[in-house]
């Protein structure tokens, strides 16, 4: 048997220590019945753990927390379950080996190139830790460094999600963070697919097909009011209908209570069951995934396909193509649907073949996105041309094909 991490840095170990607060308002029956099974069923899971996991207040790591959620991830792995972990804190861990204060790293343009030095410093030390701790306990990890631009391109996403998927086939744990050597506010024109690494782990839960993710955060989950006042209860499973009001978050890292609501829920849109649950006991990560009732669930809607993903959760698009009522309710009524020129009422903006565009009805209303395979010039010549054969044969070319378009309603 491997000797317990834990027992080696921290002999019974300690509480994680964090503390937060938020508050929720309805009218839900909170006693409801939870439905775990589907979780508990996950083959393929992501666990995204914050800065405050890996690394103390002064920016050290926190080996003993570290540990306890490697062996976690051990025993999910020995279960047969494919594992991902999403890990923050690079630059917190950087900013202690450099000697600077938090000031100096906030994500502002004046504290850019500090931040970017404490991330490449802090990364090493991060991704060296976690090898040594998977290595003791028989296990192989890689390093995957991500940028917004990774999913603006649908081949750099594609090539990006199909990569993870295999290293974690390979049964190799990918240990994924944003690249911030390379990234940051300063940088005024960069695209904003993700705002922090809990939106980063709901876009790869989603574009890697994952069945489960995990959200670690400092309460046991979403709560119906703040947690210490009279009369707060846990919401076992999140809806739509709760009205949810946030506090401050957490001053180690970029993310809190709302950013992970949002998380999930883009997470649960993408066809993957995901809990928020208290990262304060690391048995609860083996819990979650056993389907116990901890934490709030966000159930999984049905499944986009991937195209349908990568539109609807992480571009920017180019322009928009109007198009007749009869297409779309053609869109609307069959997920095999196509659109041709001879659909298009119009277009605006300048786009390339490939690019995204919005999709707007006859009265000018947004209702979805696609990847266009004609450029906008080509699509303003086409219907201007004669309708002579040759018109008329350009036409009938397929500007969108099934799979490649999000249709709000469809999905």
């Known amino acids: 048997m491997q000797p317990s991490l834990l027992r080696q840095y921290c002999g019974r170990g300690a509480a994680w220590g964090l503390s937060r607060h938020l508050s929720t308002s309805n009218g839900i029956d909170l006693n409801a019945p939870v439905p775990r099974q589907s979780i508990a069923c996950a083959n393929r899971v992501v666990i995204k753990v914050g800065t405050a996991v890996v690394a103390k207040g002064d920016g ?3 080996l003993a927390r570290m540990g306890g959620l490697v062996e976690e991830i051990t025993q999910l792995k020995r279960s047969g379950k494919e594992v991902m972990l999403v890990s923050s804190g690079a630059i917190g861990v950087g900013r202690w080996r450099t000697g600077m204060k938090k000031a100096d790293v906030k994500d502002t343009p004046e504290n850019s190139i500090d931040r970017q030095v404490c991330a490449a410093t802090g ?7 976690y090898d040594m701790m998977f290595q003791r306990m028989g296990m192989k990890c890689a390093q995957v460094l991500i940028t917004q631009y990774d999913f603006i391109n649908q081949n750099r996403f594609f090539a990006l999600t199909d990569t993870i998927s295999r290293i ?7 240990i994924i963070n944003e690249n911030d050597v390379v990234t940051g506010s300063h940088f005024g024109d960069s695209p904003q697919v993700f705002k922090d690494n809990d939106t980063l782990a709901a876009l790869l839960a989603s574009g890697t097909d994952c069945d489960g993710l995990a959200l670690l955060t400092d309460v046991e989950g979403v ?4 947690p210490g006042q009279p009369g707060a209860q846990r919401i076992p499973v999140f809806s739509d209908k709760h009205a949810v009001e946030i506090g401050a978050a957490s001053g180690m890292g970029r993310g809190g209570m709302a950013s992970k609501i949002a998380a999930a829920s883009l997470a649960a849109n993408g066809g993957v069951n995901t809990v928020v649950a208290s990262g304060n006991n690391w048995e609860n990560i083996r819990r979650v995934f056993q389907g116990e009732d901890i934490g709030t669930l966000f159930e999984a809607k049905d499944r986009p396909t991937k195209s349908q993903r990568w ?4 571009m920017e698009t180019a322009g928009e193509v109007t198009i007749s009522q009869a297409a779309q309710d053609r869109l609307m009524g069959s997920p095999d649907a196509k659109l041709t020129l001879n659909d298009v009422l119009g277009v605006d903006g300048h786009f390339e073949a490939l690019e995204p565009v919005r999709l707007l009805d006859h009265t ?3 209702f979805g996105m696609g990847v266009t395979h004609l450029g906008a010039e080509d699509i303003h010549t086409t219907l201007n041309s004669e309708q002579d054969n040759l018109g008329a044969e350009l036409h009938k070319l397929d500007l969108m094909k099934a799979g490649e378009m999000y249709v709000e309603d469809k999905v």
Not at 168 to 174: C, D, Q, Y
Not at 311 to 314: A, D, M
Request: charged share 20%.
């Open 123 to 129: 990364q090493e030390v991060l991704m060296s830790t």
């Open 364 to 366: 000018g209303q947004e």
């Open 60 to 62: 050290r790591l926190a």
């Open 223 to 226: 709560y119906n009011k703040p």
């Open 311 to 314: 539109l609807s959760f992480f």
């Open 168 to 174: 974690a086939r390979l049964g190799i744990i990918p």
